[in-house]
C-alpha cells in the first residue's frame, strides 16, 4: 500500500506508515456513484441557468448596445 503522505511503499496490512507514520487507513475513500450523479446534476444546472441568461438579456443587451451607438 503506497502511502499519500510521503509515497513510500508499505506492507498491505499496516495501519501506519513506517516511513512517515501517516495514518493508512484514512486513505481517500472512492467516489459513490450518487455523489457523481449529484455533481453532474449542479454542473448540469448551472450550464443550463447560464444559457437561459443568456437567452432572456442577449436582446436588451443589443438594444442597450445600439441605443449607445445611435446617440
Known amino acids: 500500500m503506497k502511502c499519500l503522505k510521503c509515497g513510500k511503499e ?8 513506517k516511513f512517515c507514520g501517516e495514518n493508512l487507513q484514512t486513505a ?5 456513484v450518487a455523489f457523481m450523479l449529484k455533481s453532474l446534476f ?3 444546472s448551472l ?6 441568461l443568456y437567452l432572456a438579456l442577449e436582446k436588451p443587451f443589443q438594444a442597450f448596445v445600439n ?3 445611435t446617440k
Not at 481517500?28 to 459513490?32: F, N, R, V
Not at 450550464?47 to 437561459?52: D, G, N, P, Q
Open 47 to 52: 450550464i443550463f441557468t447560464a444559457y437561459m
Open 28 to 32: 481517500e475513500q472512492p467516489l459513490t
Open 10 to 17: 508499505n506492507k498491505k496490512s499496516a495501519v501506519y506508515c
Open 42 to 44: 449542479v454542473i448540469y
Open 67 to 69: 441605443n449607445l451607438a
